[in-house]
């Protein structure tokens, strides 16, 4: 059974500063997810990654996956406040999604 | 953009009804899902369906039931409403073959009360 761990569940950084949100998988996973969940919102799509060694960028957002590991790393750079949200990772087996815990970051001036 | 549409913002219901949550999707997708977000839990797998009339059930299956009569609509069915089954529900959808992602409703806010 797949389990996905995201750390850290909380974060609040400043403007202008980089940090890394890492998730673990406990078993092989077909494709790696990430999305992004404003309050009261649905899930929006941000990355899929395919292979071992992907890296994908979408403007402040870089993310990475190391299939050996069992690790992907959503990477931020020069935080702005529009990036406060929930981030989620997630794993599939098959068909099932399986989703890591969630990261709540908090972006302040 | 494919749209995946769940036909209620929020509903409130009594402990003991009957509830169905709708999702219809427009873009002629096998897969179909339904999710269950709490606070503190992060997003539970109830059922999926992978084709019309077909259905597997999920992690947290127990309560509820689900139909796929159609292959744009897929309903889940909470047969006798209970208050711990409060919760915010997502509906996603996604076509077969990799590197396609999940496309997820709006959701539904139930309140069983």
């Known amino acids: 059974e797949l389990k996905v761990e995201q750390n850290p569940l909380f974060l609040s950084m400043q403007e202008g500063k980089n940090y890394t949100i890492y998730c673990n998988y406990s078993?092989?996973?077909?494709?790696l997810y990430w999305y992004r969940q404003d309050p009261g919102k649905s899930l929006e799509s941000l990355f899929v990654?395919?292979?071992?060694?992907a890296v994908k960028q979408e403007g402040r957002l870089m993310a990475s996956l190391d299939t050996k590991a069992r690790l992907s790393t959503l990477h931020i750079t020069a935080a702005v406040h529009d990036l406060s949200a929930t981030y989620f990772c997630?794993?599939?087996?098959?068909?099932?999604?399986?989703f890591g815990e969630g990261t709540q970051l908090t972006v302040n001036p | 953009d494919v749209k995946v549409t769940q036909s209620s913002r929020y509903l409130v219901k009594r402990t003991g009804e009957k509830v169905f949550l709708e999702c219809v999707q427009d873009?002629?997708?096998?897969?179909m899902f339904w999710y269950r977000q709490d606070p503190g839990l992060g997003l539970r797998l109830i059922y999926f369906?992978?084709?019309?009339?077909?259905?597997e059930k999920g992690d947290i299956p127990e309560g509820y039931s689900v139909s796929r009569e159609k292959k744009e609509r897929f309903s889940l069915i909470l047969e006798s409403a209970s208050t711990n089954q409060t919760s915010m529900y997502l509906c996603?959808?996604?076509?077969?073959?990799?590197?396609?992602?999940?496309?997820f409703g709006s959701g539904t806010r139930l309140t069983v009360v």
């Open positions: 996603a959808s996604r076509p077969v073959g990799a590197g396609y992602g999940y496309t």
């Open positions: 078993t092989t996973s077909d494709r």
């Open positions: 990654l395919l292979s071992n060694g």
């Open positions: 997630a794993g599939t087996s098959g068909s099932r999604l399986t």
């Open positions: 873009m002629d997708h096998e897969n």
């Open positions: 369906s992978y084709d019309v009339k077909m259905k």
